[in-house]
């Protein structure tokens, strides 16, 4: 029972559970999901399709903030690969040919293969810190988009690339599956090969990381690319679930969305262990508490309040933690002298 | 949530090589002087270009930028970083528009606008400093609430019909030559010139800069470094406040989604007008600076027919990058063990 | 120097840490007008007493007397408030500021208005002026000026509020010879406007060329106040070490094996004139297969940074290394890997544990790196791998899983020796590998290192305790203030011998 209580999923995990319960309190049929057409349905069908561009991008986000790092810039990631897909369709010969979805979609998996190549450049060749490095695409992203969108929202119809945000396969959402095949694939890319052991040690102790012999360059370079494929992945879904490429809106504070999420699942802004399961958590709690907002019938701009106070509440749930362990230990006065701390 | 790390001063001392002497005024020299070349290449490109009223309008339009640019160069130089400016104007001209819809006296709005943004920017900087988060994702968070309070305020946009709100948009003070410019550019000069006084001639100020250069230090040295932590983040959201005053004056009006990656636009002016990220060195000059250019890219593009407004983020983008590289040039660590 | 009133007089000082008694009754005291040179190996309680000093630690027992009145200091403002001024290594000073600022930065003079700033030029130039310093400009950015003037103004900064007590900790270890002269002018005009000062260096030949007077700490405990001109090299060193001379030459040395060099082979490693800038200098090694070197001397000789050289951790910018007939240039560690070459920090906790990874995560790290994150080595053979050395080493607990961090010193340090011996190096240096950890880990330390030579392994050994070296090495590399001054052969080499290498007048 302690071992459980001590868990670093079983508050996360909690909180999910009480979310979930409140929203049945206010809605009896919330929890049923029921068999229509062959599809499924039900709230929390759609929790999981409105919250899988949000776990793509976690899951990106999680690795880069396990290697020390932060990419602030997958909402304007998001938005440049819908755009270069939806434009790729809209200006073919043949706009709703699966070829055409095909090619769009590899476009769009390049661009943000090529973006998140030039994070990890700047941050691990040039090195500059990530906060900043990530926020030069964070500015000039959504500009970008707007450059390959002409400013135009870009509709377009293809059944093929209509359904990577709304078909269903086996009667579930096709971004249900996208989404568990990437934690899927970023749980075994990071525990099948050392890749997951290595970015934890850079990310916990960088100097003696060195001194071990690894390479830290090709490790930042690996996280940063595969957070700027997870960002594209969920532009081609946020795009194609409304079938239109909006370059302002598409992923607008998905970043946010992202951070809080791993935070939630109990990875340290600070680096080292992560939990791509505590992520997964943290980015349905994120998509639950936007659908109880809506269930209690709040305005759900207002959400973004809610979010601020849980971020700030796990924040300093985290540092107050830190804090007694400081204080557990027998502490000098200051660690120097001639000081005269005023506050 | 990583705890501050309170480094004790570095044995590897990074020298600001290039910053040596009077070298340490080139970041802001080379902005000034980009922004003139800027100017010459208009002039002689657009006919038209070379008036007093086109360098008038940089400030006209870019009132709000120039003050949330003061702030943020306070965050910047103590070392820190403020994202949630651009969604404290937002409030702050929701505020205003809601209260005068309700009847308010402009006069108390805005105090009380005011008042919101330097205590929204006081507690950010409390929780920075007494859980020492980092600052980046408590202004985060300052970013969502202050967004959200304003969807709480009203989703629709709200119209400004105050006749002083509705005077001050109209008002122009003329310079001669049929040259004039708005009372906010007024204003926003006169939060320059404070802050430059408060910078170079307070103690506070140079508290400010030695904060930046080794907070350690800094402690050591016996100055008020938490308190003076806390105050920038309070300086920063009074700006804001501020600037959402003068956005009212020129947008009249307040809209939940005003004021979106207006933060990105006052971080790239501060940086293009030369202060490091990493805190220590700037001027607040060099932030004014900062914002001209990035005005006077907006004027290219709008003289310049063919290129769409959105090659502004591109450039914008682009003169960040640039100018961040530039200060990785300049702080080429030099170790000494 | 007149037996008058010391400016500082500790008495009985003691400071107790859990579970460890950091000072035990120590006396200090200090003059108006002389330079007091503290002396003590690594560990002696030398920064403890300099603490409890500025007010950092507070005391035990004992008492604090400044000028004639007893203090109780609860923080460092009281310390300076009694005009105790410290000045570290570190130079603690804001490097984007001008020098009056630096100087004045807190205590501005104000006038109407705002900062008087041309009194605080006045007032930063009269300071300057006073410490033979007149040919700074005060308006100069601090960073651009040298290590040694930062501290010049550092010490200015402390000179502008009219200390009485100036402690100056490790001032000079990053300082060249010019530099130190410049420093050490400005001390003694310090020391004759009746300032009392207090140096702490691990240069010798610095200690002996400014201080009056010296008090040696050995293991937290006084060992004696003695006048520096009363007291030779060798018997402060052996003050410092706590061996008298004759019980050092009785050594037992049964176990002493020193083996030929084989000059018919090429050496493994040849270091020729090696050095960096501002780290150590003239690094001169032939080490053969099978060998170990030890590097002897006094802690800040610059045996690290030697390690770190041969290991890539600091590029060399001087001298050349060869390894195996082939010139080389290192360029980080993981090159050095590449050639089998592997290093064991002593900074275990900064340098050396992932902390919070498993001892299996953390004994494979360096295999994986060579591998490539690509090729993980199957969790199996993990497995295998550290219980293996779990055994071999007797790694306690014998928890594969345990985190890293849990463990006790000694067996953190057996982990990072098997990260290393599984990747089968040929070239093993070892930083202190000994240090901290219970008697019964370091004899299995100091015996695995004696059987992976006799296997073939060639080892560099550092080690603060001389006997270690002695005992464990076939050749003897000497340090001296960061310049490798000797290299001797270990056919009998005695604790003697060293020492007077180490206390001889820069060779």
């Known amino acids: 029972m302690n071992a459980l209580l001590k868990h670093r999923l079983t508050w996360p995990v909690l909180a999910l559970v009480l979310l979930l319960l409140l929203n049945q309190v206010f809605r009896a049929d919330f929890l049923s999901v029921r068999l229509q057409d062959g599809h499924l349905y039900g709230s929390l069908i759609d929790i999981l399709r409105n919250g899988a561009p949000t776990i793509l991008i976690a899951l990106g986000m999680t690795l880069v903030i396990a290697s020390r790092g932060i990419d602030l810039s997958v909402g304007a990631v998001a938005a440049i690969a819908g755009a270069v897909s939806c434009t790729y369709i809209y200006t073919s010969p043949d706009p709703s040919s699966l070829q055409t979805a095909a090619v769009a979609v590899a476009l769009a998996v390049v661009a943000g293969l090529v973006l998140g190549l030039w994070n990890g450049f700047l941050v691990s060749v040039v090195g500059i810190q990530p906060i900043i490095a990530t926020l030069v695409l964070m500015t000039a992203g959504r500009g970008l988009a707007q450059l390959v969108t002409d400013g135009q929202i870009i509709s377009v119809s293809n059944d093929s690339y209509q359904s990577i945000g709304a078909g269903f396969v086996l009667g579930l959402p096709i971004s249900i599956l996208i989404a568990a095949a990437a934690f899927l694939a970023a749980g075994l890319l990071t525990r099948r090969t050392a890749l997951g052991t290595l970015i934890e040690a850079v990310g916990i102790n960088p100097v003696a990381s060195r001194l071990a012999g690894l390479n830290a360059r090709t490790i930042t370079m690996a996280v940063y690319v595969f957070s700027g494929l997870c960002a594209a992945v969920a532009g081609l879904m946020i795009s194609s679930n409304v079938t239109a490429a909006d370059a302002n809106n598409a992923g607008l504070y998905i970043e946010m969305d992202a951070i809080l999420a791993v935070v939630i699942g109990g990875t340290s802004l600070a680096g080292g262990r992560y939990s791509l399961v505590g992520t997964l958590i943290g980015a349905l709690i994120i998509q639950t508490l936007t659908t109880t907002v809506y269930t209690l019938g709040i305005p759900p701009e207002v959400t973004l309040v809610f979010k601020a106070l849980v971020v700030i509440i796990v924040c300093l749930l985290q540092s107050s933690r830190a804090r007694t362990l400081l204080k557990q230990r027998r502490r000098p006065v200051t660690a120097t002298s001639d000081v005269k701390v005023a506050i | 949530m990583s705890v501050v790390t309170r480094t004790p001063a570095p044995l590897n001392r990074t020298r600001i090589s290039l910053l040596e002497g009077k070298a340490r005024y080139a970041p802001t020299l080379a902005t000034v002087g980009l922004f003139l070349a800027m100017f010459a290449a208009g002039a002689v490109m657009y006919p038209g270009f070379l008036s007093g009223q086109v360098f008038l309008n940089l400030l006209v339009d870019n009132t709000f930028l120039i003050v949330l640019a003061v702030g943020m160069t306070f965050v910047i130089l103590t070392g820190g970083i403020d994202l949630s400016v651009g969604s404290v104007v937002a409030l702050s001209m929701m505020i205003a528009a809601a209260l005068l819809q309700a009847g308010w006296n402009p006069v108390a709005v805005i105090a009380l606008v005011l008042l919101t943004g330097a205590t929204f920017g006081l507690l950010m900087g409390l929780v920075i400093q007494v859980f020492e988060i980092q600052p980046f994702i408590v202004t985060l968070a300052g970013l969502f609430l202050a967004r959200g309070l304003c969807y709480v305020i009203s989703v629709d946009s709200i119209t400004v019909t105050d006749p002083f709100f509705t005077a001050m948009a109209q008002a122009r003070i003329p310079l001669g030559g049929r040259m004039f410019i708005s009372p906010g550019v007024v204003i926003a000069l006169l939060v320059v010139a404070l802050a430059f006084y408060v910078l170079h001639q307070t103690r506070f100020g140079r508290t400010v800069y030695a904060i930046g250069g080794g907070e350690s230090s800094a402690l050591l040295m016996g100055l008020a470094v938490p308190r003076t932590k806390v105050l920038v983040y309070g300086i920063s959201g009074l700006c804001s406040a501020v600037a959402g005053v003068l956005f009212s004056f020129y947008s009249l009006s307040g809209y939940s989604l005003a004021a979106t990656g207006l933060e990105l636009d006052a971080i790239a002016a501060v940086v293009v007008g030369g202060t490091l990220l990493t805190g220590g060195y700037g001027y607040v000059l060099g932030s004014l600076a900062g914002v001209l250019i990035l005005g006077i890219v907006q004027t290219f593009i709008s003289y310049e027919g063919t290129l769409s407004s959105w090659w502004t983020r591109i450039v914008i983008g682009a003169l960040l990058l640039a100018f961040i590289l530039l200060q990785k040039l300049f702080s080429r660590k030099v170790t000494v063990t | 120097m007149n037996e008058i009133v010391p400016v500082v007089d500790l008495r009985g000082i003691s400071i107790e840490f859990p579970g460890v008694k950091a000072l035990d009754g120590v006396d200090l005291r200090l003059f108006q007008g002389e330079v007091h040179a503290l002396m003590g190996e690594n560990g002696a309680g030398k920064s403890t007493l300099i603490k409890a000093l500025t007010g950092v630690y507070a005391i035990d027992s004992g008492t604090i007397t400044v000028l004639g009145e007893q203090h109780r200091f609860a923080g460092p403002a009281e310390a300076q408030d009694a005009r105790i001024s410290t000045v570290y290594q570190e130079v603690n000073l804001c490097p984007n500021l001008s020098i009056e600022e630096n100087i004045l930065l807190g205590r501005e003079p104000h006038r109407r208005g705002g900062i008087h700033w041309k009194e605080v030029r006045r007032r930063a130039r009269a300071v300057l002026e006073q410490l033979n310093l007149g040919h700074l400009d005060p308006g100069s950015v601090l960073s651009s000026h040298s290590i040694a003037i930062q501290q010049l103004v550092a010490i200015a900064r402390s000179v502008q509020v009219d200390a009485k007590v100036l402690i100056l900790d490790e001032p000079t270890s990053s300082l060249d010879t010019e530099e130190v002269q410049q420093l050490f002018a400005v001390i003694?005009?310090?020391?004759?406007?009746?300032?009392?000062?207090?140096?702490?260096?691990?240069?010798?030949?610095?200690?002996?060329?400014?201080?009056?007077?010296?008090?040696?700490?050995?293991?937290?405990?006084?060992?004696?106040?003695?006048?520096?001109?009363?007291?030779?090299?060798?018997?402060?060193?052996?003050?410092?070490?706590?061996?008298?001379?004759?019980?050092?030459?009785?050594?037992?040395?049964?176990?002493?094996?020193?083996?030929?060099?084989?000059?018919?082979?090429?050496?493994?490693?040849?270091?020729?004139?090696?050095?960096?800038?501002?780290?150590?200098?003239?690094?001169?090694?032939?080490?053969?297969?099978?060998?170990?070197?030890?590097?002897?001397?006094?802690?800040?000789?610059?045996?690290?940074?030697?390690?770190?050289?041969?290991?890539?951790?600091?590029?060399?910018?001087?001298?050349?290394?060869?390894?195996?007939?082939?010139?080389?240039?290192?360029?980080?560690?993981?090159?050095?890997?590449?050639?089998?070459?592997?290093?064991?920090?002593?900074?275990?906790?900064?340098?050396?544990?992932?902390?919070?990874?498993?001892?299996?995560?953390?004994?494979?790290?360096?295999?994986?790196?060579?591998?490539?994150?690509?090729?993980?080595?199957?969790?199996?053979?993990?497995?295998?791998?550290?219980?293996?050395?779990?055994?071999?080493?007797?790694?306690?607990?014998?928890?594969?899983?345990?985190?890293?961090?849990?463990?006790?010193?000694?067996?953190?340090?057996?982990?990072?020796?098997?990260?290393?011996?599984?990747?089968?190096?040929?070239?093993?240096?070892?930083?202190?590998?000994?240090?901290?950890?219970?008697?019964?880990?370091?004899?299995?330390?100091?015996?695995?290192?004696?059987?992976?030579?006799?296997?073939?392994?060639?080892?560099?050994?550092?080690?603060?305790?001389?006997?270690?070296?002695?005992?464990?090495?076939?050749?003897?590399?000497?340090?001296?203030?960061?310049?490798?001054?000797?290299?001797?052969?270990?056919?009998?080499?005695?604790?003697?011998?060293?020492?007077?290498?180490?206390?001889?007048?820069?060779?």
């Open chain 3, 188 to 507: 003694r005009s310090l020391r004759d406007n009746g300032v009392a000062i207090l140096f702490v260096s691990h240069f010798l030949e610095q200690v002996y060329e400014i201080s009056d007077r010296m008090t040696v700490l050995r293991n937290g405990r006084l060992v004696g106040e003695f006048m520096t001109r009363e007291l030779p090299r060798m018997s402060l060193i052996s003050k410092m070490m706590g061996k008298e001379l004759d019980a050092l030459t009785e050594l037992d040395r049964s176990d002493v094996r020193a083996r030929p060099d084989r000059t018919d082979a090429v050496p493994l490693l040849l270091a020729e004139k090696l050095g960096r800038k501002g780290s150590v200098g003239n690094v001169d090694i032939a080490l053969y297969e099978g060998q170990i070197l030890g590097l002897a001397g006094l802690l800040g000789s610059g045996r690290t940074e030697t390690a770190r050289l041969l290991f890539g951790a600091d590029r060399a910018d001087q001298g050349q290394l060869t390894i195996r007939g082939t010139a080389q240039t290192l360029r980080s560690p993981r090159s050095a890997i590449d050639h089998g070459i592997a290093f064991s920090s002593e900074n275990r906790k900064e340098e050396g544990l992932i902390g919070d990874l498993s001892v299996r995560d953390n004994l494979v790290l360096a295999m994986q790196a060579s591998q490539g994150w690509l090729r993980r080595i199957p969790a199996p053979q993990q497995d295998q791998l550290t219980e293996k050395f779990i055994a071999a080493l007797d790694i306690r607990p014998a928890n594969k899983d345990a985190l890293i961090r849990n463990l006790s010193g000694g067996n953190q340090q057996k982990v990072l020796l098997a990260r290393w011996l599984i990747t089968n190096p040929k070239l093993l240096i070892l930083d202190e590998p000994t240090r901290g950890i219970d008697i019964g880990a370091k004899t299995q330390i100091q015996k695995l290192i004696s059987t992976l030579a006799a296997d073939g392994m060639s080892i560099i050994f550092i080690s603060a305790e001389l006997e270690e070296v002695l005992r464990l090495s076939d050749h003897i590399a000497v340090l001296k203030d960061r310049r490798m001054v000797a290299d001797l052969p270990n056919d009998g080499v005695t604790m003697e011998d060293v020492m007077t290498i180490i206390a001889g007048s820069a060779a």
